[in-house]
Nanobody, 126 residues
């Protein structure tokens, strides 16, 4: 059974680049036909779909975040990396990674994914 674990700095300063990792266990990120998605939830707000990467390496981004977001695969560590540039306090959120067998473009409903991480809190503050 695939398990996902997010990790990264809990505190980032405004204008910096946030980098988060999603470590995948129980399956390879390159040998199965899956999609890995990043979703976040700011305090007091709903879930926001950020972007996804296929095991082929194809990427898909939210139009509102596309200019600041990049998602990569790290096959050697079996990790999916999210980079968010030029962060502001509005990027403060719990960040989740999730896995699905098909591309769930814009979908934030956890039940639609077959694996969902516990999330990692990121605070953007000087």
């Amino acid at each position: 059974q695939v398990q996902l674990q997010e990790s990264g700095p809990g505190l980032v300063k405004p204008s910096q680049t946030l980098s988060l990792s999603c470590t995948v266990s129980g399956g390879s990120i390159t040998t199965t036909y899956d999609y890995y998605t990043w979703i976040r939830q700011p305090p007091g707000k709903g879930l926001e779909w950020m972007g996804a990467i296929a095991t082929s390496g194809s990427t898909y981004y939210s139009p509102s975040l596309k200019s600041r977001t990049a998602i990569f695969r790290d096959a050697s560590n079996n990790q999916i990396t999210l980079q968010l540039r030029s962060v502001t306090p509005e990027d403060t959120a719990v960040y989740y990674c999730a896995r699905s067998m098909s591309l769930l473009l814009g979908v934030t409903e956890a039940a639609r994914y077959d694996a969902w991480g516990q999330g990692t809190q990121v605070t953007v503050s000087s």
